[in-house]
């Protein structure tokens, strides 16, 4: 089984400036996430994705980031303008519910290696 | 809202001794826990998860973790640490379908 596969892997851009993080999810995941995780600290879930439709997007600074998950497979992440503080790894991570929410493949996330951010 | 706290930034430990990681969480209702790993410029690895049944949930590379009602904790613990367990652990529960992370404790296994 192929895992979460995520581009690129790093990537430095001047503040102000536009990115974009591109995110394949395992084959068959229904659910993707985008996560946050800034040096030091745990990850925080940006937008959560049920195929196509987002479910949470709480958490997402809706002034400057962006996503989309179109066809409910691959999804893209962008940032326009960044700031220094959007200095961090951005994960991707898909899980599929199996057997219902006490299944056990339920709320399983498998991550991809992630892309790290460097805003100066 | 759900949360979970992770109360030591680093843990060290000598090769060959028992290892644990505290977790304690809040939440109301029933709690869905679990573990990751995370080694460097990797992403984050399932190690074990707690949903229902008996509270010592066994998982991945030898590592188990105990969940303890009364204490609201779920510490992670290996009963011989290896030099290659060195990484940054992850405790998260469940909130409505997505995960809700701790901020990390440093393993380090010195030989």
């Known amino acids: 089984e192929a895992g979460v596969a995520q581009s690129p892997r790093y990537k430095i851009i001047e503040k102000r400036q536009s990115v974009a993080f591109w995110c394949n999810p395992i084959s068959g995941h229904a659910t993707l996430y985008w996560y946050q995780q800034i040096l030091g600290q745990g990850p925080k879930l940006l937008i959560q994705f049920q195929n196509n439709g987002v479910v949470d997007d709480s958490q997402l600074p809706k002034d400057r980031f962006s996503a989309e998950r179109l066809k409910g497979v691959d999804s893209t992440l962008k940032i326009q303008p960044a700031k220094l503080e959007d200095s961090a790894v951005y994960l991707c991570?898909?899980?599929?519910?199996?057997?219902?929410?006490?299944?056990?493949?339920?709320?399983?996330?498998?991550f991809g290696a992630g892309s790290r951010l460097t805003v100066l | 809202a759900q949360s979970v706290a992770q109360p030591e930034d680093q843990v060290n430990v000598a090769e060959g001794n028992p290892l644990t990681v505290k977790c304690t969480y809040s939440v109301s209702g029933n709690p869905y826990l679990f573990w990751y790993v995370q080694y460097p410029n990797r992403g984050l690895q399932f190690l074990l998860k707690y949903i229902t049944g008996d509270n010592l949930v066994k998982g991945s590379y030898g590592f188990e973790a105990e969940f303890n009602k009364s204490q609201t904790s779920f510490h992670l613990k290996k009963p011989s640490a290896l030099v290659s367990d060195s990484a940054l652990y992850f405790c998260a529960v469940r909130e409505v379908g997505k995960l809700i992370f701790g901020q990390g404790t440093e393993l380090s296994v010195k030989p």
């Open positions: 991570a898909s899980s599929q519910i199996r057997g219902g929410p006490g299944g056990p493949g339920a709320n399983v996330l498998t």
